[in-house]
């Protein structure tokens, strides 16, 4: 695999022919301003999820969470009871509530959910708007299943659990035909690749979901290429869901990026956690990039398992979003307008056609778990660096043909009609994998020739022609 060609293994290998935008104002920073003491004041997402980890360390026992809200760009902080901490949060700008259930109470109440009501096709996360555990059940969840699952949840309290229906199956989004590709006994699998890090030990290597490290060892960029990566770590099921996969060539340029279609890159110079309510992108091979927000935190979700089917692969610490995804996005990056890193795609349910929830692994978790960094090593888990505002305001930064910019794979001529025309027939996971490596302009191509390739061959690989349109913009829709 040549350098450059390495150089575009971000965010699901390739351009994958999102309609998005980049508006000339899409990275400004919100205005800032003081606010008197005890003064709600006015916060762009970034600076409310770093006041919100303040404060959670502030406020100790306190703390019940926190969330963003988007409309009036304020931090709401939940507390329980009063005192001088709390007098601190409020002085510092945040929204400071009352609620009945602290942090170890909705913890609690989740230790009883995995005890009792364990049940492949279920899920649980943290609302801090609620300050309550809601919990889903999807369509496969019936009968004596749901008898037990809706005992579970009375059992725990109308004040400290909700109990839902959600439509499809809970599933990991993982399948054949396009992006990162293994060969495995029976067929092919395919995920996204997540954000490219260096390993402890200074090699180049990429983050992607857990299970797709489960199910294969080496991976290549094209359905019948050559391995061009190894798994080094992988964690699924259990606490997490994220692989770290070491590149073979410890020369490969791994930039620390995402490609987000229409010869957009956004530079991540950053992991961040997760805020409730803060806006968030998503790049997958399937689907390309999708928006919209998180909804919940500290999620549980059981995955009816692949290998037993009486048994149940169940998944702790995720991030629950109302991001679209589909099978193929598994391992795909979940980042903020600003540049920072907050997820790997996991699983859930529906699809980008009517919707669904879908749940990440947290990339400052798998850092610290693997040790690894973001990109050259230049931002770690920590999340301490500034954000990519100015850095990934325009769209020129991708146009280059010596990185193969997603704008050459996926020009406009190529994504065509608007995403309902996009959405047709072929979409399919086997249509997409149709092509061989040559035609997935190979080893040695430029990116002007892999982008007529695609034109000629009318594929779906590295989301050029044929995937599913989104309208989705990085200014964002929430």
Request: aromatic share 4%; glycine share 18%.
């Amino acid at each position: 695999m040549p350098k450059r060609k390495a150089a575009i293994a971000v965010g699901g290998v390739a351009a994958l022919g999102a309609a998005a935008l980049l508006l000339p104002n899409a990275m400004a920073s919100q205005d800032k301003g003081t606010a008197a003491t005890g003064t709600v004041r006015p916060l762009k997402a970034t600076d409310a999820t770093t006041l919100a980890a303040q404060l959670k360390q502030s406020l100790g026992g306190q703390f019940a969470g926190a969330y963003y809200d988007t409309a009036k760009r304020q931090l709401v902080v939940n507390a329980v009871g009063d005192g001088d901490a709390v007098a601190r949060a409020k002085s510092a700008g945040a929204v400071v509530r009352q609620v009945e259930n602290s942090t170890a109470d909705l913890q609690s109440a989740a230790r009883t959910l995995r005890t009792k009501a364990a049940i492949p096709g279920t899920a649980w996360a943290v609302d801090p708007r609620t300050n309550k555990v809601i919990v889903s059940a999807d369509s496969t969840v019936t009968g004596a299943k749901w008898d037990q699952l809706e005992s579970t949840v009375d059992g725990l309290g109308s004040g400290t659990a909700t109990l839902k229906k959600t439509g499809g199956t809970f599933k990991t989004f993982v399948s054949g035909g396009d992006a990162i590709f293994s060969q495995v006994q029976g067929g092919n699998v395919r995920c996204s690749l997540g954000f490219n890090v260096t390993a402890s030990d200074g090699s180049p290597a990429f983050l992607t979901a857990g299970h797709c490290g489960v199910a294969a060892k080496q991976w290549s960029d094209s359905e019948t290429g050559q391995p061009l990566a190894t798994v080094d770590q992988a964690t699924f099921p259990g606490e997490g869901d994220f692989s770290l996969v070491k590149y073979d060539d410890p020369a490969t340029e791994a930039p620390s990026e995402v490609n987000a279609g229409n010869g957009q890159i956004v530079q991540i110079t950053q992991a961040a956690e997760a805020t409730v309510g803060s806006a968030v992108f998503r790049m997958g091979s399937t689907t390309g990039l999708h928006d919209g927000q998180v909804t919940g935190l500290d999620a549980t979700v059981n995955f009816q398992s692949e290998t037993d089917p009486n048994g149940v692969d169940t998944v702790t610490g995720l991030i629950q979003t109302d991001v679209c995804a589909e099978p193929g996005d598994s391992g795909g990056s979940l980042f903020t307008q600003e540049g920072a890193a907050i997820g790997l795609t996991s699983g859930g349910s529906g699809d980008c056609t009517s919707g669904g929830e879908t749940f990440f692994q947290p990339v400052t978790t798998a850092l610290a778990a693997t040790g690894a960094t973001l990109g050259d090593g230049g931002a770690g888990a920590g999340g301490d660096q500034a954000g990519a505002g100015d850095e990934a305001g325009a769209g020129d930064q991708a146009g280059a043909g010596d990185e193969a910019g997603a704008g050459d794979q996926a020009g406009g001529d190529q994504i065509g009609g608007g995403a309902d025309d996009q959405a047709g027939a072929g979409a399919g996971a086997d249509d997409q994998a149709g092509a061989g490596a040559d035609d997935q302009a190979g080893a040695g191509a430029g990116a002007d020739d892999q982008g007529a390739a695609a034109d000629q061959q009318g594929t779906k690989h590295h989301g050029r022609s044929g995937q599913r349109g989104d309208t989705s913009s990085l200014t964002g829709s929430n």
